[in-house]
């Protein structure tokens, strides 16, 4: 089974300032990479997949890299709504499953 | 647009049953990917199961923590799907959110959940 192993749990950025956040997998998922945005009392909402294609709607400040085992989702000039928890998740062909990270906090600095 | 809205939740004892549902509209269900994704109290996402459209098999796939105890089934023709709980346990308690692969509609699976109900919560307990 793959493990997706997200850093760091927490990560507290100014409003403005860009994030970085990492995704690392156990063994190689190619490119089957997502994130996901998931605010409080909310649903997850879809950002990247593919690992580097932005989501309908998405705007260009997010921005997803990496493939094989290490990932990253960064975020340019941080605005209010963007503090939230961040997941990746990967899709397994077999067994099919998708596996979630545990996720990062990003928070006011 | 894109809905899907959950329903069925509610208070069960350990070992008993619930049936979620989830009603679909905005795109095309019968062509669609759908999955149940659930998330325990203060914790993080946990992918449930999945049944594929039928056109593509209808195949259900399951977490380990789940197989054997939910079913995953759909009823197209009233664009709705549906999540069998059975031998309910206290760590199923969660929101349960059903989620579609927008790209699976048209032939072409992202192999992600780009859309998500809003959740219905699961409490198993005595």
């Known amino acids: 089974e793959i493990v997706m192993t997200q850093s760091p749990a927490t990560l507290s950025v100014s409003p403005g300032e860009r994030a970085t956040l990492s995704c690392r997998a156990s063994?190689?998922?190619?490119?089957?990479l997502a994130w996901y945005q998931q605010k409080p009392g909310q649903a997850p909402r879809l950002l990247i997949y593919?690992?580097?294609t932005r989501a309908t709607g998405i705007p260009a400040r997010f921005s997803g890299s990496g493939s094989g085992t290490e990932f990253t989702l960064t975020i340019t000039s941080l605005q209010s709504e963007d503090f939230a928890v961040y997941y990746c998740?990967?899709?397994?062909?077999?067994?099919?499953?998708?596996?979630f990270g545990q996720g990062t906090k990003l928070e006011i600095k | 647009e894109v809905q899907l809205v959950e329903s069925g939740g509610g208070l069960v004892k350990p070992g008993g049953s619930l049936r979620l549902s989830c009603a679909a509209s905005?795109?095309?269900?019968?062509?669609?990917?759908m999955s149940w994704v659930r998330q325990a109290p203060g914790k993080g996402l946990e992918w449930v199961g999945r049944?594929?459209?039928?056109?593509?098999?209808?195949?259900?796939d399951y977490a380990a923590p789940v197989k054997g105890r939910f079913t995953i089934s759909r009823d197209d023709s009233k664009n709705t799907l549906y999540l069998e709980m059975n031998s309910l346990k206290t760590e199923d308690t969660a929101v349960y959110y059903c989620?579609?692969?927008?790209?699976?509609?048209?032939?072409?699976?992202?192999?992600?959940?780009?859309?998500w109900g809003q959740g219905t919560l699961v409490t198993v307990s005595s």
């Open positions: 063994q190689s998922v190619s490119s089957t």
């Open positions: 905005g795109f095309i269900f019968r062509k669609a990917w």
């Open positions: 049944i594929k459209s039928k056109t593509d098999g209808g195949t259900k």
């Open positions: 593919g690992a580097s």
């Open positions: 989620s579609t692969d927008e790209g699976s509609s048209w032939g072409s699976p992202r192999l992600a959940l780009d859309y």
């Open positions: 998740q990967q899709y397994n062909n077999w067994p099919p499953m998708y596996t």
